[in-house]
């Protein structure tokens, strides 16, 4: 759409011809709308006096300080700092190192043995467990995932303490038993890869990406995935 300045607009009405100079605000449709040409064009905008009028004001000269302060708005260095829009709890379960999402988390409990469930017997459910006298299902990821829990040893300079995880998904708690806890991570949802065909394919399909981590290639679980995982688990 073109653009006429507004000192155009309140321009006197010129002693001369109808048109020009403005007579879209005196003959058009700013104006009393007398114009003979009005009815053919429907509006100001579609006539070539409005047009030209448009084309003087865009072609008219500009200052040194508008050029100035647009030289130095497109001379600023772009920024290349990454926004960090998503954040994980990264573990460890025996070689492999995998993340949930931070929003799923309830807290973080030392690592307890679990007490059976009589007449229970579902894949990955090892039992129950009190923590702050709260009784949580303890959930195996390795079994549901397939991952060997033996295997894997601690960070170079870091030593290894087993964890619990405690979890909400939709309205039940889970307790997660892990080999060790990297800790929170913030990241740029952009630094995920695609996960490699190489990965054991169980754990494969629950992944939907990986996140580079200093040293670690941290597997981001699939949540949807996993939470129904462990739903069934309590079927």
């Avoid at 579609?46 to 300080?65: N, S």
């Avoid at 195996?140 to 960070?155: H, K, M, N, P, V």
């Avoid at 309205?171 to 990241?187: E, F, S, T």
Wanted: proline residues 6%.
């Amino acid at each position: 759409m073109t653009m006429i300045p507004d000192e155009d607009r309140n321009q006197p009405a010129p002693t001369g011809g109808a048109h020009g100079a403005g007579c879209w605000s005196r003959i058009g449709v700013a104006g009393d709308r007398s114009c003979d040409l009005l009815p053919g064009h429907g509006h100001c905008r579609h006539c070539d006096e409005y047009a030209g009028a448009a084309l003087q004001h865009l072609a008219r000269p500009v200052d040194e300080t508008y050029l100035r302060e647009w030289a130095e708005h497109f001379r600023a260095p772009h920024s290349t700092e990454e926004r960090l829009d998503a954040s994980a709890v990264v573990f460890r379960i025996g070689r492999e190192w995998l993340a949930l999402p931070t929003a799923m988390f309830v807290r973080i409990a030392p690592h307890t043995l679990p007490h059976k469930v009589p007449h229970r017997a579902s894949r990955g459910l090892r039992g129950i467990v009190n923590i702050g006298g709260r009784l949580y299902p303890c959930v195996a990821l390795a079994e549901l995932l397939g991952i060997a829990e033996d295997g894997g040893s601690s960070r170079q300079g870091r030593h290894t303490f087993a964890r619990l995880l405690l979890v909400q998904w939709e309205d039940q708690a889970y307790a997660l038993p892990v080999a060790d806890l990297h800790g929170i991570v913030r990241y740029a949802a952009s630094r995920v890869l695609p996960p490699a065909a190489t990965i054991n394919k169980g754990l494969l399909r629950f992944l939907t990406g990986v996140l580079p981590e200093q040293d670690l290639q941290v597997g981001c679980l699939d949540v949807g995935l996993v939470g129904h995982q462990l739903a069934r688990t309590l079927r």
